[in-house]
């Protein structure tokens, strides 16, 4: 949990926006993941800035906070079980 603070309070410090290897560390998933869920969807908003791909900050962090489970049998937020 600590690492998970001082790697926020760091990226918080330089730019916002994260490119899609960054933003797939401070999530902890692999950047092919990511990749993965910007073409099927699910995954946290990104925004496009010519053609390069970026994740805000706090758009990764809503997305985290709307995944956050209490126990392995909590429905999806699509409704289904996971």
Known sequence: ???????AANAKKGSP??????AALYVGLSRRTLEKM???GGGPRFRK???YVRYHIDDLDGWSAEHGRVSTSDLEPTGGAR
């Open 1 to 7: 949990m600590e690492d998970e603070i001082i790697r």
């Open 17 to 22: 926006f994260l490119d899609t290897e960054q």
């Open 38 to 40: 910007r073409t099927i």
């Open 49 to 51: 800035h010519g053609r």
